[in-house]
């Protein structure tokens, strides 16, 4: 047999006798198609949450957010208070914010009508689907009412009078990536490198060394733990100093309040590979299966892709990834300007679910040991 | 006895990989495990290393029971498995650090004991270079190194000088007499009857899980392996007359060797060639040869040690 067919059917027949990476290698591309059809398989695949303060409160008011909601771009939240809604806005709960002025209604049949609109300008392709949603809604709705009013074409608009978004600034591509990009290491290069840590001993046999001395399963966790700490700090470092050299992005560094954030989110992506490391039994399989979660992790966290791209069930799963409040947090820190108090939840999310998935890691690892 | 194994088993499934395995390891001696690949041998030194768990029985290092005093217990061994295990990308020194850092110990302490690698062990010369630089040779004794620098006082070998050329075996059993003389306590496991012969002060020979024999080899030899043989090589044309004139001493050929048992050995010698040279036979070799403990091996399983182990 020639030596290269030959190479390539031992890879093959291995390939095969290893069940995880047979798993994993028809898991990812069944997946990644499954997301992608959810996403772009729809009429509309966009979906954010809208604010709306109805201040006319008059039937008319009432249908058009009926209609709103019923365009499948929106999901609508709404507001007695404006004060309240733009609250939400700030805090990226809702992607804009609209505003029915008292006496709506009744200037519709003037021709003078003005809705506000305030939009979170923390993403730029989001702020502009929102922004062009709304206009195309309003503009048809008066297109609609005018011709069943009146009996003529209309082709005026409803006035949107853009307010000035919360954080004062509109935000460009360069701002509203580097805080996604600051995720990655987050998600790949913590997450990678714990599961290579483990694996890599367990492969190369040091580990019965390691498991022969008096050390105790904790402590290995905890010195694996501290490497890939180091590995994925020198990852962000590097991100940053990059992002700040060829962006020039107009953000706010703020240390501190960064520091914890990326700490917990790396301890998350680190116990996530330790789970990995000791669930999958070849190297190969785990390998795949870090890469594999990490690549899908993304969508639904928001570091790169916006989530309103998802189906509003696929939004939800978000809530349950911890890297998505990490994310969310070093958007609201560098482009909102976010204080320690602002931070209280996504710290709190991430310290528990760090040291929940953290625990869940030394379990298994000292099960694996024991076994 | 600083090692004491009462009665341990350990299945793997259905098969009984350690049976019934009682033995006791006096302090100071060098223990050989000795016998064919599969007889039990890596596991029973995985179980006292606390690597492997074990099903019934009690084992204890140095009055440390096995189970309740596990990291005691790891802490009193240094075990060197047959695998080398450095990291390639670190340098010998820097091997030995880490395995240092394992058993917490000092940096005095870690100086003095790459002091005795570098003397005893021989590690000195390569201290400083990468583990993936290094020989087969040089990386067994370094792997050696790290697996003692914490000066226990017993040091488990599984198969220490399995692939190694004839020279550096020799060499490796000089380092292993040496630990002896450091005052170790030496378990080894080797399925080369040699070997065991050769360094250890005593030798359970195992077959099947289970301890087949026990004792000081020569022991073995005596009360197992048989009498010592004489065996005489002559022209081959010769051969049928010298067996018909040796035909009083039981002599059976094998290849193209007369081989006569004798508990005489010497008397017999001398007895044989007088007879073969007064029948004008001419003789190309004749010696004595002592029993070996593949004798002892095939006296007690009925087939050869190193048939399944090559």
Redesign the interface.
Known sequence: MNSVIGIAVKDIKTFFRERGTIFWTIAFPVVIMLLFTAIFGREIPFNANIGIVDYDKTPVTTSIISGLNGTGAFSLKVYTDKTEALKDLNASNVRGVVTLPEGFTQSLYYQNATISMAVDETNPDVARLVRDGIRTYFSEYYKAFYNVTFGVDYTEPITVNEEASVIGQKIGYKESIVPGMLTYPLLFSSMVVSTGAIVFEREKGTLKKIRASPVRPINVLFGKTLAALFQTAISILVMSVLAVMLLGPNLNWNIPLLTPILFLGSMNGIALGLIISCIGRAPQEASNAATTMGIILQFFTGMYFPIEYLPTYLQQIGKFIPMTYAAQALRDIMIRNATLADLALPLTTLTITAIALYAIGVLLYRRWVEK | MIIEVDRVVKHYGNVRAVDDVSFGVEEGEIFGLLGPNGAGKTTLMEIL???R?FDEGKASIQGFDLVKDS??V??L?G?C?Q?T?L?DLLSVRENLSF?AS??SLSRSKFKERVEFSSKVLGVGEFLNRKAEKLSGGMKRRANLA??IIHDPPIVILDEPTVGFDPTIKREFWELIKNLKTDGKTVLLSTHDMYEADEICDRVAIMEKGKVAALDKPHILKETIGGQPSIHVRVKEAHTKKALAALKGYDGILSGDEIRIASKDPWKTMTEVSSKLSFQGILTEKIEIVEPTLEDVFIKLSGRKLTEDSQ
């Open positions: 290393c606390g690597l768990k990291r005691k790891r802490s061994i075990f498995p695998e295990l990291y395995s394992l058993y790290a697996s």
